[in-house]
């Protein structure tokens, strides 16, 4: 299809160990977000990229999370010796540009359980 | 404070019935807003934007009062295919910088028979 692409859409870990998410953002969309929402929560942002600005990490909870988009399209969100707490869907989302205005489109997310 | 609140919900109506959720954001600098859908265990998508003079889509209507800084989802002859969370969504960046969205928590809708 020609939405965003998210794998894996499920991922079981043991505590301790590195995660790696993968988005595939709609073809020709310059931003690229993720998000993510843990049990009954709303959506908390994490971080943004557009083109090739360097990104917005404000949302980064902590120094084991980080992500890089190659190329300007595919991005990878990488968290590092993963804790329970991580535990939650991790979705992300493209638009056709920076502006305020613009919706975003969501792929289905992956859900990432820490045991 | 939280930056976008919204009624706890939820709310459970008839089919035909008329709902309406309220949210309230707190930055004044906001520019964009939006009003999210999301199914159970699903993405969210995006139901429609909300823009000054009020719009309107269908059965939905939304209204957005920037000086109370409140924004409004009015959904008429209610189906039971509403039923889903609906997420009140700001871009809290404020001025023309990008879309940094600051979702809701969101209000829960069901629709009975």
């Known amino acids: 299809g020609a939405g965003v692409s998210q794998s894996p859409s499920n991922k079981v870990t043991e505590k301790g160990k590195d995660v790696e998410l993968r988005c595939d953002p709609i073809?020709?969309?310059?931003?690229l977000y993720w998000y993510r929402q843990s049990l009954g929560q709303g959506l908390e942002f994490l971080i943004y990229?557009?083109?090739?600005?360097?990104?917005?990490k404000s949302g980064l909870p902590s120094d084991r999370f980080s992500a890089e988009r190659t190329g300007g399209s595919v991005s990878t969100l990488t968290i590092q010796r993963t804790q329970q707490e991580d535990s939650a869907v991790y979705l992300c989302?493209?638009?056709?540009?920076?502006?305020?205005?613009?919706?975003?489109?969501f792929g289905d997310g992956t859900r990432l359980s820490i045991l | 404070r939280k930056e976008v609140e919204q009624d706890p919900g939820p709310f459970n109506v008839p089919e035909g019935a008329t709902v309406a959720f309220n949210c309230t954001y707190s930055?004044?600098?906001?520019?964009?807003f939006f009003w999210y859908r999301q199914d159970c265990r699903k993405e969210p998508k995006l139901l429609m934007s909300?823009?000054?003079s009020g719009n309107e889509d269908g059965r939905f209507t939304a209204q957005l009062n920037r000086a109370s800084q409140y924004i409004s989802l009015l959904i008429r002859d209610s189906k039971l295919s509403d039923s889903a969370t609906y997420l009140c969504?700001?871009?809290?960046?404020?001025?023309?910088?990008?879309?940094?969205?600051?979702f809701g928590q969101g209000t829960i809708l069901t629709v009975h028979p």
């Open positions: 909300v823009y000054s």
């Open positions: 989302a493209s638009s056709p540009g920076p502006g305020s205005n613009q919706p975003q489109h």
């Open positions: 990229f557009q083109g090739n600005s360097a990104p917005d």
């Open positions: 073809s020709g969309h310059t931003a």
């Open positions: 969504v700001v871009n809290t960046a404020g001025g023309t910088s990008y879309g940094k969205l600051t």
């Open positions: 930055n004044s600098a906001s520019q964009s």
